[in-house]
Nanobody, 115 residues
Framework: QVQLVESGGGLVQTGGSLRLSCTGSRILLSIQTVDWYRQAPGKEREPVARITSGGSTNYTDSVKGRFTIYRENAKNTVYLQMNSLRPEDTAVYYC?????????WGQGTQVTVSS
């Protein structure tokens, strides 16, 4: 079955950096549009970044200039490089992709930014 596995979360101070990974199993992320979402306590899940099958990227306004989404096809992995982290970036981060009308989510990875 298709699986997405996130990793790379952790606790960092304001201004720090983390790189999240989303690795696919039984699905080729190199040809998929992949999204990163996040969900903070008490808030709805929100989209953060997207990379399309063609390699185009876009970001929610609050992370533009700080986060970068990219893929490494040889590892079947999509990354989210997060720099200049802020306390408001604290959330569980999920990757998501869709194939043949099915939607797949990873289990999430916690990012905590201390002030």
């Amino acid at each position: 079955q298709v699986q997405l596995v996130e990793s790379g979360g952790g606790l960092v101070q304001t201004g720090g950096s983390l790189r999240l990974s989303c690795t696919g199993s039984r699905i080729l992320l190199s040809i998929q549009t992949v999204d990163w979402y996040r969900q903070a306590p008490g808030k709805e899940r929100e989209p953060v970044a997207r990379i399309t099958s063609g390699g185009s990227t876009n970001y929610t306004d609050s992370v533009k200039g700080r986060f970068t989404i990219y893929r490494e096809n040889a590892k079947n992995t999509v990354y989210l490089q997060m720099n200049s982290l802020r306390p408001e970036d604290t959330a569980v981060y999920y990757c998501q992709t869709s194939s043949y009308k099915a939607h797949y989510w990873g289990q999430g990875t916690q990012v905590t930014v201390s002030s």
